[in-house]
């Protein structure tokens, strides 16, 4: 297959594509309206999103529809497990007409003892099936807030989610293919199409390096939160690997191959899921061969109570979730004061490995007025959200603390 | 005199203040340049500008020219004692024609046993004369950084300054008037002009609470540095309110009245020089009745050395100054990591109450790259700067964290 690195909003200038990330972000709620006057390119785009682009999803927010991109606002991931209509979406391509498990089938080749062809029935037959909490999260969730921008899809805080997969474990597949000595990645493949519908072309390719491909919680899941896949989420097959950038958790899976060098698919190469190898100023230019490509994601933390801009009272919950990549996170701490102070929060345990970690805690408030709550989180390394974003050219990576306002009405 | 509340600056939409201050405060470096093709006002004022607006002043940034406004990049704040020609400019009128010593005279009058008229060598004979380093800072300090943005003077970092000044104490003088049992204000009196000309008017008059005007620390002073005042800086005789919007140290100072309310002077109203009485969200439209008047100025901080952008090795000194209104500053510390850890700076005491806190540290870098070196300060009730601007409609009192980028070079 070729690469290409292009994707349609990529190749705008950087202030189209700002203005056309508003302008499209808003149509859920006015499309009709905003639709007059546009090129009839827009218009038809516009009628695909309206005409189901997000069936199934509930109270996401549309970013883009060709590919369909759109994220949770943060007050609809309160749920220790998310919904399956709440998880977000990211996409590279078209999705595949038929996303029925019939007929589905997975390859396994490359450098393998015993390369492997199963369909989703063979897979629950022929290895143990596990149901996991795993978090993903888009590698570029709160690029929205870099500045200078990055270019890609503006996310803010709801490109992560966490739902229940239940699939096998990619490591027990491998092992019964065999894994040849030389492999040092592997290589991903699924059934999207291409957005300029050349066959020859792949909109996303990524892999593992193997020793993460071993690890206990990436799965190849074919349920979510116990129900067939969403079909933009990946239906019928795909993989889930926790903590590392949502693109490695290749949808629509056809084929994985082993290789004995670093997967070279499409979106594997700088500046795709990379980042500088040093610190660099906002707006730097940065060389393509001072790029490493990321793994673990790191440390995060998102306020899922109280919704932006609520009113409360004196005394209230303010609760999240948060997670750090292959970590666990060890503290997480809430400020109502712009870090004057910071109140310890309640933490649970992941319930598994690759989940996230449910918290809360009660914030009184000393008066009447505006007043914001911030959070962050500290991994099991001593690591903490920084709270400033750590600028990079593509924007990724940012985790920088979380905040939600409220107007409090204290007696 | 007829309170006015107007200021040129204040008159223009919104974002032609903004377009105005990003243009006329590039002056100092391309003013030739970029007047071509300016309206004939704004070319006259830039003439004036660079005709001189800023005679006996170094590396200031100039903001405005009708009236005079300019502030002093942080690294050229380095010194301990602010050398007179870097003390910053904020002005609301137009400065006096005749600003020498000779035939100056000071009235106080008002609820006064008896009402005084004396020249500057009288206050020299009369009252016991010091000189103490005191800390002025303008209440709009910051307001650059505003989201969104508040009208006014668009300071970032550089309306702070600490000289030494010389002169006599307020209370001094105003126990030999005989301050009568009635009162509980000040009202200050300047020799600057309305910018309509208008003799009626006045750009400002200002006052303080008794008992502040009587403490220690605040002088009528006829001495900047041993030396006469600059003109911009109030010359020949003007107060010093360490610790207080630098609007209560009224310049070219000719009148102290007192009185048994709060004086009504120019400027003394809300919203100037006032916030809300309880925190509002950022574009609130706030009631006046729900503002009230500032009094000392929160805990601060600047780092004056290295400069924004510098060049730099694995290893340097941090350094700069801290204050906190009429509190002192208890901690002093610095991060190089976005706040996951904070190094503790050596802070010396101030040199007199009053006088910002002179403190450094050495900071190390693990790598090669782009880094932010950002401080805060404490003061003695344990009050500490937030990391955000807590808004308000006017701009005032933004004590959020200064930073400064570096590059590192690590060998």
Redesign the interface.
């Known amino acids: 297959m070729k690469h290409d690195e292009s994707n349609a909003n990529e190749e705008l200038p950087q202030d189209m594509k700002r203005r056309g990330f508003l302008g499209i972000s808003g149509l859920g709620l006015a499309g009709g309206v905003l639709g007059v006057g546009l090129p009839l390119q827009m218009t038809a785009t516009r009628s695909l999103a309206q005409g189901g682009a997000l069936d199934g999803k509930d109270g996401l927010d549309l970013l883009n529809d060709r590919p369909v991109n759109a994220q949770t606002p943060a007050h609809l991931l309160d749920d220790a497990i998310t919904p399956k209509a709440r998880h977000f979406v990211r996409n590279n391509g078209i999705v595949p007409d038929d996303t029925s498990a019939e007929g589905w089938m997975l390859t396994v080749d490359g450098l393998v003892d015993q390369p492997m062809k199963m369909s989703i029935d063979d897979l629950r037959d022929q290895f143990e099936v596990v149901t996991m909490a795993l978090t993903l999260e888009c590698g570029g969730n709160g690029r929205g807030f870099f500045d200078p921008p990055a270019s890609g899809n503006q996310w803010t805080y709801g490109a992560v989610a966490c739902s229940e997969w239940t699939g096998v474990m990619l490591r027990d597949v491998l092992e019964a293919a065999g894994v040849q000595d030389s492999v040092v990645y592997t290589g991903h493949y699924g059934a999207d199409a291409h957005l300029s519908g050349d066959p020859e072309k792949s909109p996303l390719s990524r892999g593992l390096p193997i020793e993460k491909a071993m690890t206990d919680n990436v799965l190849i899941a074919f349920e979510m939160n116990g129900e067939p896949l969403h079909r933009l989420n990946g239906a019928p097959l795909r993989l889930v690997v926790p903590g590392w950038p949502g693109s490695c958790s290749q949808k629509w899976l056809t084929r994985i191959e082993l290789l004995d060098h670093k997967h070279d698919g499409t979106k594997m190469a700088a500046p795709s899921y990379s980042v500088?190898s040093?610190?660099?100023?906002p707006g730097?230019d940065v060389p393509l061969e001072d790029f490493e490509t990321i793994h673990a994601m790191p440390v995060k933390s998102l306020i899922t109570h109280p919704q932006d801009g609520a009113d409360v009272g004196s005394e209230f919950e303010v609760r999240g979730h948060a997670w750090a990549g292959d970590r666990t996170v060890q503290k997480m701490e809430v400020s109502s004061?712009?870090?004057?102070s910071w109140q310890r929060a309640e933490l649970d345990d992941p319930v598994n490995a690759g989940a996230w970690q449910n918290w809360r805690t009660t914030v009184s408030l000393p008066?009447?007025?505006?007043?914001?709550i911030?959070a962050r989180a500290t991994d099991s390394e001593g690591?903490?959200q920084?709270?400033?974003i750590?600028w990079n050219p593509k924007g990724y990576l940012n985790n920088?603390f979380h905040k939600v306002?409220v107007?409090a009405k204290v007696a």
């Open positions: 500088p040093y610190p660099v100023a730097t004061d712009y870090g004057e008066q009447s007025g505006y007043f914001e911030w690591v903490m920084p709270f400033a750590k920088s306002a107007q």
